[in-house]
């Protein structure tokens, strides 16, 4: 099957502590995605990448770094320079070419800190 | 700039009632792309429905219809018959073409109960 796989669902960070979420897809999708989801809120877009090697900032990429060195992959790293990360994370991934161009989104990382 | 506006915060219906779901959108861009998407409880967002700007033509899924107007630049989504399985978050999405960002309505959730 094809699709989007984020993990964990549920992590836990102490303050100070840098975390790594992971995201994979399967689509062959050239772009992919990272959104911050706050209780009650719409998403706001981290960063994103449509190629590998390659990735721009989004509306609040201050306190996360992202990598693509390969095309299935865009792992979301929250740093400790994040002030407030506790929020729900979604990766996306999306072709570039073709007419089917929306975005197809991972189930979520929940991250809370401790 | 590109801005999405969901204005109904939240609404609550009674089974079988229909309900509409307001997204107005700016761009002075001639070319782009409305969509809608679900978020159940779960967390994952689904797909509904991808419009491009040169297509005004209304489209009807099952109990789904959307109504797209250039001259109001809205995109409404209405639910004929509601079930509670319709219960979730509802987003609007804009994408300028070419551009490989969305900008996300902030999300008008929506409760039906029996």
């Known amino acids: 099957d094809g699709g989007i796989t984020q993990s964990p669902k549920y992590l836990f960070r102490k303050e100070g502590q840098n975390v790594t979420l992971s995201c994979e897809q399967n689509?062959?999708?050239?772009?992919m995605y990272w959104y911050r989801q706050d209780p009650g809120q719409g998403l706001r877009l981290i960063y994103y990448?449509?190629?590998?090697?390659?990735?721009q900032k989004g509306d609040i990429a201050e306190g996360y770094s992202v990598s693509r060195e390969k095309k299935e992959s865009f792992p979301l790293t929250v740093t400790s320079a994040q002030k407030n990360p506790t929020a729900f994370y979604l990766c996306?991934?999306?072709?570039?070419?073709?007419?089917?161009?929306?975005?197809?989104f991972g189930p979520g990382t929940r991250l809370t800190v401790l | 700039a590109q801005k999405v506006t969901q204005a109904q915060t939240e609404i609550s219906v009674v089974e079988k009632e229909d309900v509409t779901l307001d997204c107005v959108y700016e761009?002075?861009?001639?070319?782009?792309?409305l969509f809608w998407y679900k978020q159940p409880p779960s967390g994952e967002l689904v797909f509904l429905i991808r419009?491009?700007?040169?297509?005004?033509q209304n489209e009807i899924s099952g109990r789904y219809s959307w109504n797209f107007q250039k001259s109001t630049s809205s995109f409404n989504f209405t639910i004929t018959a509601s079930q509670v399985v319709d219960s979730a978050v509802y987003f609007c999405?804009?994408?300028?073409?070419?551009?490989?960002?969305?900008?996300f309505g902030s999300g008008t959730k929506l409760n039906v109960k029996p």
């Open positions: 761009t002075r861009d001639t070319t782009y792309y």
């Open positions: 689509l062959n999708h050239d772009a």
């Open positions: 996306a991934s999306r072709p570039l070419a073709g007419e089917d161009n929306e975005q197809f």
């Open positions: 999405a804009l994408e300028v073409y070419n551009f490989n960002k969305f900008y």
């Open positions: 990448s449509q190629i590998v090697n390659d990735f």
């Open positions: 419009r491009n700007s040169f297509d005004e």
